[in-house]
């Protein structure tokens, strides 16, 4: 990742790693045994793969005794504390009748995804398929009496889409070795190692011996599983089969690609093969009460925005417990797919963009010879791009089967001192969700990458390109999910940015702190701005909502500081400071980024500028804390 930090600020900035569902794992590939092919290679190319939560969970589909249990619905047995003797009733009553393998694998081909991931285990302890290691199982236990992994990989096999299996290797809510029960059995008894014999690894090995080539086998959450323990697991995954890929939520940097937060992105490209999963809705399996659905446009930027940054998108369907993918699923599966017929080449096997950070316009990847612009919000006009240095050779829609050329101008600003390349645009996007425009280029794209992305003369400066002075190793600077600076407590850290300015005029300077998807947002810190020697104090306030495209469980909370005068372009020099942090939660401050918007934008009497993606989540996790104590009493 691309970070604009002095060399031993970098050393000081501590990556926060949380332990819940929405763990971040960052990992560097292991040395598995050598194999005839790149076990990268398909991955490459998909992009593009569907995420499948499955099991007993979805029989209370978010409820218990007739209460709405909040949170993800997979969680239900730990969240309202179920003792295992009432929760393995429901393995009596799970019978999907309507589950159909063949319809499952089409949806996700018609959605154009490459690879499929479902959970053969989930924290629940029990198995979606035929065990060996235990009669907890959907053959031994229920009364559908069929393995619906076999029937998956036929299907898969079938239809060319590789499979994977998501298992929790550390989490086991019905083992007494186990981790996260302590309501049935006493975690100081735990034998954590006798577990992993005696469960986890004969499950892997059954789910890597009876099913035919596996692409992925996709662990969840360590806790405290040793650097040893979680050695032993990847050389028995590439010992098996040594093409089946270790994703990053296997602890220790021991798996074979890094995977970040729940829907998480990061804030700019990230180097290497990486990959995000991400919900339609709230939940990961299936919940009654959710139907905080997300647009197709939205998903459709998601998948643009990760691809961007050099990763891949895992996106989720909760199917009932009938076996049958929700509606509301299938028709923005099936919109995707229609996109990607028309616009895949964008998507598949592309690269990254060559501008650090992001656009506000949209996204780019690439191809050689080529880039690709993915347009979310149309301008009037024209895109225009300051420091590219290549010459441009054509422009044209992706969706245009003729490639009319769109108008190209390419010129020099700031005295000649900066290129500025202009592509004129029709007054209507031809796509009403995300419009992909190609630009065909000579050589290898070649950017000034110190040059912050702008539209409409916008200038966004984001957390993660910031310079850092005065942090120390105390101040615990984290880079958190899509680029926020969170668990900022000391008032000597001063953020900066030294960036261009094309248009002088009058701007309207606006803070953006980010509200955790679960733990709200927390204001009243007292901040300092300086902007060419001007400064300006304000307390971070709560004058709107707004959603990131990184992280769309984070909301970002607006404090409009002041509207400001730059007499004059070129280059200009911005500092943040903490003067004084709030205590409140212990969460310190958490910041995105600061905008300046030119006044004629009238950005804060826009109302289409506030509009929240998710409901507050501090609000819904007060709530559950109360139905909790219910659960308890």
């Known amino acids: 990742m691309r970070l604009f930090f002095s060399k031993p600020i970098r050393i000081l900035i501590i990556t926060f790693v949380f332990i819940t569902s929405s763990l971040i794992i960052g990992c560097t590939r292991g040395e598995p045994k050598k194999s005839d092919k790149d076990p990268f ?21 978010g409820e218990w005794n007739g209460i709405e249990v909040p949170y993800i619905a997979e969680w239900i047995m730990k969240r309202a504390r179920i003792p295992i003797a009432e929760y393995e009733q429901l393995a009596k009553q799970f019978n999907p009748a309507k589950f159909n393998a063949e319809e499952w694998v089409k949806i996700a081909e018609a959605a154009g995804m490459k690879y499929i991931i479902i959970t053969s285990k989930h924290h629940d302890g029990f198995a979606m398929y035929d065990s060996k290691a235990s009669d907890y199982d959907i053959i031994d236990a229920t009364p559908f009496g069929r393995d619906p992994m076999k029937e998956l990989a036929e299907a898969c096999k079938k239809h060319g889409i590789k499979l994977g299996f998501y298992y929790s290797h550390e989490q086991d809510w019905h083992h007494p070795n186990g981790r996260g029960n302590d309501w049935d059995f006493d975690p100081k008894k735990i034998d954590f190692a006798q577990y992993l014999e ?46 089946c890929l270790v994703n990053g939520r296997l602890g220790h940097g021991l798996g074979d690609y890094q995977g970040f937060g729940d829907n998480q992105i990061p804030g700019d490209v990230v180097t290497g093969n990486w990959e995000t999963c991400g919900t339609m809705n709230d939940s990961w399996c299936y919940k009654k009460s959710d139907h905080n659905w997300k647009s197709t446009k ?25 076996g049958i993918i929700p509606q509301p699923s299938v028709d923005r599966l099936l ?85 500025q390349l202009t ?90 702190s980010a509200a955790h998807h679960w733990q709200g947002w927390i204001g009243g810190h007292k901040v300092k701005i300086s902007l060419n ?101």
Do not use: C
């Open 198 to 243: 005696e469960k986890v690894k004969p499950q892997v090995r059954e789910l890597l011996t009876q099913y035919g080539p596996i692409a992925i086998i996709w662990f969840d959450t360590p806790l405290i599983i040793t650097k040893e323990q979680s050695q032993e697991l990847v050389d028995m995954v590439h010992e098996l089969q040594p093409n």
């Open 335 to 419: 919109e995707m797919g229609e996109w990607l017929k028309i616009n895949g080449e964008a998507i598949y096997d592309a690269g990254p963009s060559p501008f650090a950070g992001e656009f506000e316009w949209g996204a780019i990847t690439t191809k050689p010879g080529k880039l690709y612009l993915h347009v979310y919000d149309w301008p009037a006009k024209a895109l225009i791009f300051y420091g590219f240095r290549n010459s441009a050779k054509k422009a044209y829609l992706l969706a245009d089967k003729n490639k009319s050329a769109l108008q190209i101008e390419q010129t020099k600003v700031q005295d000649n001192t900066i290129n």
């Open 298 to 322: 939205t998903l459709l930027k998601l998948l643009s925005n990760i691809v961007s940054k050099g990763g891949t998108y895992l996106l989720n369907v909760g199917p009932t417990a009938e």
């Open 533 to 633: 020697g001007e400064e300006y104090v304000v307390m971070t306030t709560d004058q709107g909502r707004t959603a990131n495209i990184s992280t769309l469980t984070w909301q970002d909370a607006v404090t409009y500081v002041a509207r400001v005068q730059i007499a004059k372009a070129g280059k200009q020099y911005l500092s943040l400071t903490a003067l004084k942090i709030n205590p409140e939660k212990n969460q310190g401050f958490r910041f995105r980024s600061i905008k300046l918007i030119p006044k004629s934008l009238n950005y804060m009497n826009n109302p289409e500028n506030f509009s929240p993606v998710q409901r507050p989540y501090m609000e819904e996790m007060e709530e559950f804390n109360r139905k909790l104590e219910t659960f308890q009493n």
């Open 423 to 512: 592509i004129s645009l029709p007054p209507q996007a031809p796509d009403k969700n995300v419009s992909v425009i190609v630009l065909e280029i000579e050589g290898e794209p070649d950017v000034d990458d110190t040059i912050f992305p702008q539209i409409d003369n916008t200038i966004v400066l984001n957390a993660f390109r910031a310079n850092l002075e005065k942090a120390k190793s105390d101040s615990l600077i984290s880079i958190g999910g899509g680029g926020v600076i969170e668990r900022w407590f000391n008032t000597e850290n001063i953020s900066s940015w030294d960036f261009q300015v094309f248009e002088p005029g009058e701007y309207d300077l606006i803070l953006f």
């Open 41 to 61: 290679a398909w991955w490459q190319e998909a992009r593009f793969g569907m995420f499948i939560h499955w099991g007993l969970f979805t029989l209370p589909a």
